[in-house]
T-cell receptor
Framework: NAGVTQTPKFQVLKTGQSMTLQCAQD?????MYWYRQDPGMGLRLIYY???????DKGEVPNGYNVSRLNKREFSLRLESAAPSQTSVYFC??????????????FGPGTRLLVL | GENVEQHPSTLSVQEGDSAVIKCTYS??????FPWYKQELGKRPQLIID?????GEKKDQRIAVTLNKTAKHFSLHITETQPEDSAVYFC??????????????FGQGTILTVHP
């Protein structure tokens, strides 16, 4: 049981280049999330998917697109990278707990540097 | 939407002392409050959570208290050890609708425990 996995671990891009961050979970969770983490800013939600086939914007969606490929996989795409997108990106997935709350589990993160 | 404020931003204690981190939230409908610990270069990991029908919850050296009337909750770590040094994040979540399962994070507290 690998939990939540992310690829790549580290990536350097030039301004204007595109790339896709991959995320997969093997815990049979319904919901998946993409966050970015910047110093002093905590974790900010980019997009989330409450179930297979649905996606919704979070707090900071501009410049990003997502695809919920199936129940296991949720990808984040940067169409034209900008230096402001330099950050650490975390994917998370969650299940509905017995008391009705969604407990989120995080992947190891992808460090992205845009020059 | 929900806003979560976390204080202090940095906290330095001596080994064996107690540490307290406080968070306030704005949305009175929020009912789930997890705490995450993030070690340097690692992913956030859930350490304890509390639901709005509970006032306090303990797990060994850590405890969380919730005051629904005042809309604040706190993390208490007793008998701190150097391995408790990390960044701690609080978060809040409200049930139902399009917000279901989405967490709003505080800005984080850097805890340093000196031997």
């Amino acid at each position: 049981n690998a939990g939540v996995t992310q690829t790549p671990k580290f990536q350097v891009l030039k301004t204007g280049q595109s790339m896709t961050l991959q995320c997969a979970q093997d815990m049979n969770h319904n919901s998946m999330y993409w966050y970015r983490q910047d110093p002093g800013m905590g974790l900010r939600l980019i997009y989330y998917s409450a179930s297979e086939g649905t996606t919704d914007k979070g707090e900071v969606p501009n410049g990003y697109n997502v695809s919920r490929l199936n129940k296991r996989e949720f990808s984040l795409r940067l169409e034209s990278a900008a230096p402001s997108q330099t950050s650490v990106y975390f994917c998370a997935s969650s299940y509905l707990g017995l008391a009705g709350q969604e407990t989120q589990y995080f992947g190891p993160g992808t460090r992205l540097l845009v020059l | 939407g929900e806003n979560v404020e976390q204080h202090p931003s940095t906290l330095s204690v001596q080994e064996g002392d107690s540490a307290v981190i406080k968070c306030t939230y704005s949305d009175s409908a929020s009912n789930y409050f997890p705490w995450y610990k993030q070690e340097l270069g690692k992913r956030p990991q859930l350490i304890i959570d509390i639901r709005s029908n509970v006032g306090e919850k303990k797990d060994q050296r850590i405890a969380v208290t919730l005051n629904k009337t005042a809309k604040h909750f706190s993390l208490h770590i007793t008998e701190t050890q150097p391995e408790d040094s990390a960044v701690y994040f609080c978060a809040g979540s409200r049930p139902g609708g399009t917000s279901y399962g989405k967490l709003t994070f505080g800005q984080g507290t850097i805890l340093t425990v000196h031997p």
